[in-house]
């Protein structure tokens, strides 16, 4: 589910197998320096795939895999954007992917590998009304920027599940 190691020669069977791959993106940051220790330079070209998998249409979930790593998604999706180690090690960059894209692997990915694609994934009508509210637009963010996100107010089929205060002050 995670592949955190990718086989190249399994990626046909992926594409035509109904899988949902469930990477954790934030790992590049937090624990690429170690992996590269363990696994070598060779091996590093494999590491939580981002890019083929997209280009072959196999359906990505963004995952932190909380709480072994961040529970912001917003680490995950700034390390499929930047590919890089704490210690600044460039892990596959041709895997890069841009900010829409990995976005949409924590909305309509997340939505698909639960098997709620029908209702949720999309901020449309008839669709659950899951709604994040970020204290800052995303359009224009680096991948350097993106860990600083946080989310004012979060909804859940239309109800506040989370709220800071700050969009609406307490009475």
Do not use: W
């Not at 939580?48 to 680490?75: R, T």
């Not at 359009?139 to 969009?167: F, K, N, Q, W």
């Amino acid at each position: 589910e995670h592949l955190g190691v990718l086989n190249r020669s399994l990626l046909p069977a992926l594409a035509g197998g109904g899988f949902v791959v469930v990477p954790q993106y934030g790992f590049l940051s937090r624990i690429g320096d170690s992996l590269f220790d363990a696994l070598g330079e060779e091996r590093m070209a494999d590491i939580y795939p981002a890019k083929s998998l997209i280009d072959l249409g196999i359906p990505v979930a963004g995952s932190s895999d909380c709480p072994m790593g961040p529970f912001s998604p917003f680490e995950g999706v700034a390390g499929a954007m930047a590919r890089r180690s704490s210690a600044g090690l460039s892990i596959s960059p041709d895997e890069r992917i841009a900010l829409e894209q990995a976005v949409d692997c924590y909305v309509r990915g997340g939505a698909k590998a639960m098997y709620h694609e029908k209702f949720r994934g999309a901020l449309v009508a008839g669709m659950a009304a899951d709604i994040a509210v970020l204290d800052r637009p995303l359009e224009g963010l680096s991948a350097s920027e993106l860990p600083a996100v946080r989310a004012e107010m979060t909804l859940v089929d239309g109800a506040i599940r989370h709220d800071t205060g700050v969009l609406i002050p307490a009475r």
